[in-house]
């Protein structure tokens, strides 16, 4: 499934609207304008909240927390010590584990699990405010997917990646 997701414009605090491939709004991000650290609310159109990010602060490198029904569920951290790239590791209850690797510079990256590629991201350079397209495959967590770009994103904003 194809989504496009976007930052608002002139709005406090980030605030992201995802809409799906017939551009129908089908989630949206709020963060906490006074906060230490970024701390997201994504939500379904409904106002049901499917996933809260929060970074985790005093780290060696970024890190984000991501949880459902107030359960850590995902960990995403930046592997340090790569040369000549980036890689963030996104870490789930069980063996699962997703690779995102690209080009962060440009915002071109794929989310892959055992080396089959399971998302991908785009940035649209020609648009006013920042905005992404985001495929992810059929059988996948559309919500954990989209809420790990938002992480990495944000990571990327901050840290210059």
């Not at 701390?39 to 005093?58: H, P, T, V």
């Not at 020609?126 to 992480?151: H, M, N, S």
Request: hydrophobic share 40%; net charge negative; aromatic share 14%.
């Amino acid at each position: 499934m194809r989504y496009m997701m976007k930052q608002r414009l002139f709005t406090w605090g980030d605030t992201f609207i995802i809409k799906d491939a017939r551009e129908q709004d089908v989630f949206q991000v709020h963060g906490k304008v006074f906060s230490i650290g970024h701390q997201l609310a994504f939500w379904d159109m409904a106002g049901n909240e499917l996933a809260y990010i929060k970074q985790r602060l005093l780290t060696l490198s970024p890190t984000y927390e991501i949880y459902r029904s107030g359960t850590l569920y995902a960990v995403i951290h930046k592997e340090l010590f790569i040369l000549f790239t980036s890689k963030f590791i996104i870490e789930m209850p069980g063996p699962c584990q997703l690779v995102v690797e690209g080009d962060y510079t440009n915002h071109e990256y794929t989310f892959t699990r055992d080396d089959q590629v399971i998302a991908s991201v785009s940035k649209a350079w020609f648009t006013w405010a920042e905005t992404y397209g985001v495929d992810v495959a059929d059988e996948e967590d559309a919500p954990l997917i989209l809420a790990c770009t938002v992480a990495i994103e944000q990571s990327c904003r901050d840290n210059n990646t």
